[in-house]
């Protein structure tokens, strides 16, 4: 499992920038110590399933990535259990509440419910999925020490003008299983004013809390409160609490430590060999599209021996790496294998595990498709980097798994996550693309890449346009119920016509938008500007509802609008589809906004 290592070293390497920080490879080498051969090879790896893309010569996360963490936080059932109530809490208190479990090495949020109203300027009032905090400098971290208080305060710090007050969620056994923290800035409250106001409705909210985790739990819940938060061995704090000076209520509390977490790595291994699309492999498709079996590689880390079932539970996604002509080194060769597989087991937790509990070899081994004896290698690589614990006969992940990027990759936006997707749209049919909202009468555009001609349309993120003369703003009033399309076109918005060709009867939008709804996408031909046809198509959520329309739009002169169907729909679709996957495992447990 030498390749397992390596590859989870690099990816941490990687994931300790933020979303849209572009790294060097180079950069990799010398932050791992591992050759340069070797994080070729293992970036190939992760762009063949989607994780990383490249950009010029550099490369980024890509939203693929999250998949791992949503998987420890599907199996560890305190998101499901405990984010109705999160979301409660900050409504009411209109602030910041999430929900922190121990790491080895601090306190780790796992679920977050951000201020409902808009922050200060420059001020982001909440944490992140996935961020980890010191244990002595937090208020969550004081109430997982051996002797924990009732509650406890972080009067700044944390960080400087941050204050907070948190409140334990215990176990059927009486221990701390989670501590929910309510988070505010010194503009708004002070410590003890925070307190006084926090205090009263996160203790209120505990019993329910408390019984909704249980519930979730149900019957295969062990008892065992470490099966809960993930910490390893007792409940002792991650670290000393009462050194750092924090405020608390008045109890007893001793310092403790989890075991260290060791992820040993090494230069050797060298391939010869870097990342590109292809890579030597069977040409991949993109991140959400149609996926190969884990059990598709073979044995060694090399030439694959056979094809895995399409859609199998433990397929594995596979996307390229970079968009044609981005990447940043020339290869050949295949994925490692044994990197593919150990990330597949981890992934098989979100599918396997029952909440709370884990899952055995065999069910981890089913939803990964491998051999048992394959899977067991791989976890006991994966406990061993402190990514996974063992129960008895039980494995479950353990928080850790979330620094695996998921914390910075949980700040892209609905249009952030969506524009290396027009660019790759747009080096693709030479035409600009745009993703846009409905927003009253209008739609709105939220994302853009333009290609550079003499002559084109000036549009920019913002800009609006009356939605019956669009393509994108009949994608989207297609998308809406029978009962709010009628409304809308029964308004005055519909009278407006940029061009004689606009169409501005209600009747007759109402058959264009059934036609729509049955088709799939709109073309409108040079009603909202003579010249100008666009060709759109519906962007889904993961309920399956149309939360967005992406478009490509041309000039009327080259050719008609069956050429126009021709050459674009395809592209378009394949697109929606992709981002669609991304707004999938982005939103799997958090709101996603599309702005």
Known sequence: MGPLVRGLVVLRALAGHEARTRVRPADLTRTTGLARSVVDRVLATLGHLGYVRADGREVVLAVGLMELGNAYLTASG????????????????????????????????????????????????????????PAGRCAPGALFAAAPPDWAVDDQLLEPGLVAVAVPVRDRAGRTACAVTVTSHTSRHSADGLREEALPALRAAVPAMEAALAAHAGSGESGDGAAWHGAEGSDAAPASYAAEGATSAPASRTAGSGPALHAPHGTEGSAPASYTADGGVPTPVPYGGKARSAAAYGEEDGPAAASGAEGAPGSVPSGPLADPGSSPVEATAPPLRSLVRGLAVLRGFGVAAAPGRGATLSELAAAAGLARATARRALLTLAHLGYVAADGGRFRPLPRVLELGHAPLGELTFAGLAVPHLRALVRRVGESASLAVLDGPDIRYVARVPTV????????????????????????????????RAAWLAGEAVTRAPTPRTVTSPTELAGLLDRVAGDGYALVDQELEEGLRSLAVPVRDARGRVVAALNVATHAGRGGAGDTRRDFLPALRETAARIEADVRTASAHRALGTG
């Open 453 to 484: 001609r003499i002559m084109s349309v000036d549009i920019t993120v913002g800009t609006r346009f009356p939605a019956h003369a669009t393509s994108m703003g009949r994608v989207l009033l297609a998308g809406l119920d029978a009962r709010a």
């Open 78 to 133: 305190v998101p499901a259990a405990l984010g109705p109530h999160v979301e409660r809490l900050a409504a009411a208190l209109d602030a910041s509440v999430s929900v922190a479990v121990p790491d080895a090495e601090g306190v780790r949020i796992v679920a977050q419910a951000a201020r409902p109203r808009a922050a200060s300027a420059g001020f982001r009032a909440g944490l992140r999925i996935g961020d980890l905090l």
